[in-house]
Nanobody
Framework: QVQLVESGGGLVQAGGSLGLSCTVS????????MGWYRQVPGNQRELVASITTDGGTDYEDSVKGRFTISTDNAKNTVYLQMNSLKPEDTNVYYCYAKIMRFHYAARDYWGQGTQVTVSS
């Protein structure tokens, strides 16, 4: 079974930094893309940052210049370096991956989320 395990969340002061990581395990043929999402009103998730196998990245406007997404393909791991954190960044951050398993079509997988809390 494919699993996404997140780590790195916690409590920091405004202006501080956190580094999130998410490692994918299981029977995997290919990871097509990975990213980080967070909750928004309406019980939906918005994209924070994503990265494709080609190395292309996309960021939500409010985190541009502060957050950096990267991968270690050999470890099936995606990272989110979060600098200059603001209280409004407080949220649950969910790891996302679009994965092709052996003999299966690609589909979406989600981690259980890691809490990031930024104090004033």
């Amino acid at each position: 079974q494919v699993q996404l395990v997140e780590s790195g969340g916690g409590l920091v002061q405004a202006g501080g930094s956190l580094g999130l990581s998410c490692t994918v395990s299981g029977s995997i043929f290919r990871i097509n893309s990975m990213g980080w999402y967070r909750q928004v009103p309406g019980n939906q998730r918005e994209l924070v940052a994503s990265i494709t196998t080609d190395g292309g990245t996309d960021y939500e406007d409010s985190v541009k210049g502060r957050f950096t997404i990267s991968t270690d393909n050999a470890k099936n791991t995606v990272y989110l370096q979060m600098n200059s954190l603001k209280p409004e960044d407080t949220n649950v951050y969910y790891c996302y991956a679009k994965i092709m398993r052996f003999h299966y079509a690609a589909r979406d997988y989600w981690g259980q989320g890691t809490q990031v809390t930024v104090s004033s």
